[in-house]
């Protein structure tokens, strides 16, 4: 009981008395009411069947908690001695857990590890910045993220390490918390670098190589193309050779044959004007390659202008290449001129060019044109024309480059106009006409051919004929030579072989070489004329005017001699 400082009992006393005692009801009516015996034995046993429990949850629980402790050991040394360095560390990247070779890696005692920045094994500045930039994408939760970083141990030694890092969630209480393994790459990078190095020389190798191959290849291939090509123009040359062979010995025969037809290719005996315009007209047309048509009769020297207008033009190294059409027989004109395929038609045993071909980049002489062929004039036209020309016996068309000189001792315009001959072949032949003025109308021309065939058959016969009487050249001159100068020629050969002596002597009569009236040929009123004009001329001494005069002779006013004598040519 509370008391005053008089040892009284203080008024609160008696409330806290009350309250006591209310408490002590609540309490007492709470309790339950007191056991019985059986119950308190029930009771009893339960209390010790739970105790008997709890030991035996404690025995479980020791059991599990020492097997807890081998396992935690277990790994504890599975950690510690993994392959490679574990490492928990914070967000700053101090380390907070390592296991042994974590320890071993960074060259330091585990405990002295723990609590120190990672980053300050890392070296370079690059390094710690890389690992910074590393650290931060892991917290991001950018998933698991690798790095290759060069780190240095306390010693001084470095290596080069493979980290990997991953952040633990915070699930595992870990919160915030990085594990990062780090592999000691040193060795490996070692190798790989040697590896690489290795590879990029065997690439190196390899290129130089593929390109010393490639160049190779190249070259062989060039090789084998100059060889390819040098085996085609050998063929080609081959080929060449053997046309030109052939081309030769053609030309050849044609030149042998020609040689022995004792072509006189000297140069053209003549000083008549006639003859001089002649000459002009070659000189003119020679250095063309203008298509040349002569005309004149047999034995004017159509041949000897064609090779004079040869031997001056720009083909004249190139041969000449004669095609006599009356010489040929008609069927084989054709071939002649254009060449035959072997079996073109029965007897054509071999191929064989033609003159056309022969005559390639030089000239081809067509005498007698008049005597061609109307179905042939076509082909002829069609080279003229074109150049293009066919085999006999083969389609392939060939071109040459010819140039043509036709001679003709007939009246071409006649020939047209009795159909024999082509008007169109006519005309591209007469691109440049020469007419050759007979013998008859050139009778100044005659001495110096005389003395010229004398000193040539003179000369080949080995006499020495030194003189030709007058007599014998006014016989000459008073001749009308139908042979013309192939007829004089003819009369000084015989006449220097029958001659005894120093003297020249026609020993043939002149009229022998006059033909028979009934074989003459049928002369134009004109020819009859103009060759009447010369007789007279001739007889008369080419005096024209006065008593003995041709003009008093032949019944005409002199003036008009004058001028027929322009007309036909005639001259002395
Ligand atoms: N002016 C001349 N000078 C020298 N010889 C000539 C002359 N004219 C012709 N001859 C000679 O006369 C002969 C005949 O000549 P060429 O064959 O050239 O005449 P052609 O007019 O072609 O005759 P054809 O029409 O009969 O073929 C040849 O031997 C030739 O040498």
Known sequence: MAIDKNNKPLATSGRLRREAEAQLRAKTAAQPPPLNLAEAQRLLHELEVHQIELEMQNVELRSAREELEVAHTKYAELFDFAPLGYFILDQRGRIQEANLAGAQLLGIERSRLVGKILSRFIEEDEGRAAFAAHLEKVLRGEGVQCCELTLRRPDGTRFHGLLQSASVDASESLDGRVLTSIIDDTDNRKLRLKLKKAQAMLEETVAARTAELTQANAHLVQEVEQHKRAK??????????QQLSERLQAENVHLQQEVSREYDFGEIIGHSDAMSY????????????????LLGETGTGKG?????IHNRSARKDRPMITVNCTALPANLIESELFGR???????????QMGRFELADGGTIFLDEIGEMPLELQVKLLRVIQDGEFERLGSPRTLKVNVRIIAASNRNLEEEIRAGRFREDLFYRLSVFPITI?????RTDDIELLVRYFVAKYTKKTGKKIDTVPKETLELFLRYHWPGNVRELENVIERAVITSQGPVLQVLDRFDAFRKPEEEQDLKSLGDLERDHIVQVLQKTGWRIEGPKGAALLLGLNPSTLRARMRKYGIQR
């Not at 085609?232 to 060449?240: H, M, P, V």
């Open 437 to 441: 003025p007979p013998l008859r109308q």
């Open 232 to 241: 085609e123009s050998l063929k080609e040359a081959f080929s060449q050779i």
């Open 341 to 351: 395929e072997k079996g073109a038609f029965t007897g054509a045993n071999a191929r």
């Open 304 to 308: 000897l202008v064609a090779r004079a």
């Open 278 to 293: 002649v000459f002009f007209r070659v000189e003119q047309v020679a250095p063309q390659d203008a298509t040349v048509l």
